[in-house]
């Protein structure tokens, strides 16, 4: 998660615990059961953890977990072969082909100033050089999905033999930054390569406005600069919030409790999922933690 790319007022009945400093983590209370949306961060460091107790205890609560991706059933192979077969330019066109010779000399030379190989990824589209970018950078400063919220939650839930579903395919996931027109791409790179450069300062403030469920910042620091992006932000963001409160809202009639974990930047601003589910007439709630 990033300021532009996946980095996060909204309508709100209040917090549902009185006590302790907001969390990046919402609640609906259904007729029967309950519907927990937690904003994650996909990559963490070790001293990320644990994680606030309330998330635990939602955790604990829920009968059924369901992220963006199918975590316990991902093909890592089968992952390889689709970023390969959308994200590779076709043989005899580079990057520099495609972004055109002037961008891809300043791309370079941003990438030299972050010490970043760019041209080892002559042969990727510019959306899959920007994700690979970002991911050196974040994994350079400790950052891992391994400590990420999905694989942590994931190991409790495969242990514990709770049932995992996916709101989308990995496939379907790159193919929303593979259809995104070249020019849409190029900024996505060109952004990320910039605000790589301070990244240890962005970073660290994301963090702590996400465990602390500091919305403003989020607000302000996140979806504000993707939003200046209208085909990333629509692609990326609000167009998949759309369709996930489909979803969602079907879950209220269930019988068992979900906990639902979406990045963080999804749950916030006007087109987030807590606002468009409010705007439907739902109450939803910003969690605290309890001291």
């Not at 919402?26 to 963490?44: A, F, Q």
């Not at 070790?46 to 977990?65: C, G, I, K, T």
């Not at 390969?84 to 055109?100: K, P, S, Y």
Request: proline residues 4%; hydrophobic residues 45%.
């Amino acid at each position: 998660m990033r300021k532009l790319t996946i980095a996060i007022c909204l309508l709100l009945t209040g917090p549902v615990h009185a006590d302790g400093h907001p969390v990046s983590m919402w609640l609906i209370e259904g007729d029967v059961n309950r519907v927990y949306l937690l904003g994650s961060v996909h990559l963490l460091r070790r001293e990320d953890h644990p994680l606030p107790q309330v998330m635990e205890s939602a955790y604990q609560d829920a009968d059924a977990l369901i992220m963006e991706l199918d975590m316990d059933d991902l093909d890592p192979a089968a992952l390889q072969a689709a970023t390969n077969r959308l994200g590779l330019l076709e043989a005899g066109v580079t990057l520099e082909d495609v972004i055109g010779e002037e961008l891809y000399a300043e791309a370079l030379a941003a990438a030299e100033e972050i010490r970043i190989p760019l041209d080892m990824m002559s042969q990727s589209e510019p959306w899959l050089a920007a994700i690979t970018i970002e991911q050196l950078i974040l994994m350079r400063m400790g950052f891992n999905p391994f400590y990420g919220v999905e694989i942590h939650m994931t190991g409790k839930a495969t242990a514990d033999g709770k049932p995992i579903t996916g709101l989308e395919t990995a496939e379907e996931q790159l193919g929303f930054f593979d259809n995104m027109s070249i020019e849409a791409q190029t900024d996505l790179l060109m952004q990320t390569l910039t605000e790589s450069r301070d990244a240890d300062q962005m970073m660290g403030d994301m963090i702590d406005a996400w465990r602390h469920g500091d919305i403003e910042f989020m607000q302000s620091n996140m979806l504000a600069d993707m939003a200046q992006y209208p085909e990333l932000y629509d692609t990326i963001v609000a167009d998949r919030n759309r369709r996930w409160v489909d979803e969602i809202v079907q879950l209220l009639d269930d019988s068992e409790d979900y906990l639902i974990i979406v990045g963080a930047l999804h749950l916030v601003g006007d087109d987030g999922v807590p606002s468009l589910l409010s705007q439907r007439g739902i109450e939803i709630g910003q969690m605290n933690e309890s001291f």
